[in-house]
């Protein structure tokens, strides 16, 4: 799973779960406060879970009961890409069955799925680089930051978090004749987590300024222009490759 979304653009993610009827999104704890983007969140959960039935509800994780380590709160937090967990279950007094868990909810699922895909195409909901660039080019973006877990006991008897290196990266063939592409990304504005390296500060409501790091290269790797991208949620940005439009071709350089 982390493979998969720090080597894509992917502005919205789900896990599946059973079994109570929920659609869960961060924090995971009570103590982390609310998600910067917890109005958004709670828009995608509520209409999922809608798809899913009038006895379905949409509410943070931590209210249901508190954890840490989801995948949900690692994506939300290293992509800002809405994160959300579908817990699905036949009504009470149901028996649990594969029928009953698997086929009956696959219509469900399959309309629950569209209204995910279909945030992921809102374009208030990711961001937008766009520009031109040689026929054939690669651009890259990357970033690379670290993160924190949540306070635990150490070998040494201490509790305190533990960091770990989050790197993305993701990229786009330039393949039109005329070189213009757009690029549906997330924002490169990361909002700040609750957990620091000296434990759990929560109600966290800022954004890292980390611009993304866009590259064009040749597709043998070589690098012809490297330039840093601020873009904000619901927002463009044109960007100049000028200097990988001039080089491209060039048999001295590289």
Request: proline share 7%; charged share 20%.
């Amino acid at each position: 799973m982390a493979w998969l979304l720090s080597t894509r653009q992917a502005t919205v993610f789900n896990t599946q779960h059973t079994c109570i009827q929920v659609v869960l999104y961060p924090p995971l704890q009570l103590a982390a406060g609310p998600a910067q983007d917890s109005a958004r969140l709670h828009r995608l959960a509520s209409a999922v879970a809608a798809k899913y039935g009038p006895t379905y509800r949409a509410l943070p994780s931590a209210e249901d009961y508190e954890t840490t380590g989801e995948a949900i709160d690692w994506a939300y937090y290293a992509t800002r890409g809405l994160s959300i967990t579908s817990e699905t279950c036949p009504n009470p007094g149901v028996a649990r069955t594969f029928q009953t868990q698997v086929l009956d909810t696959y219509a469900a699922h399959r309309s629950a799925m569209f209204e995910a895909l279909e945030t992921t195409a809102d374009p208030r909901e990711h961001a937008v680089i766009e520009g031109k660039a040689p026929k054939d080019a690669v651009l890259r973006l990357t970033k690379s930051f670290d993160m924190y877990t949540s306070p635990y006991a150490q070998p040494d008897g201490s509790v305190r978090p533990t960091s770990f290196t989050t790197t993305l990266t993701s990229d786009l063939d330039v393949a039109r004749p005329n070189g213009r592409f757009q690029w549906a990304v997330n924002p490169s504005y990361r909002p700040i987590p609750a957990y620091q390296a000296d434990g759990v500060r929560g109600n966290q409501t800022g954004f890292y300024t980390e611009p993304w790091i866009l590259t064009c290269e040749r597709p043998d790797g070589t690098v012809l222009q490297t330039t840093r991208v601020d873009v904000g949620l619901g927002k463009r940005v044109e960007v100049d490759l000028k200097q990988c439009k001039r080089d491209f071709h060039r048999t001295d350089v590289g």
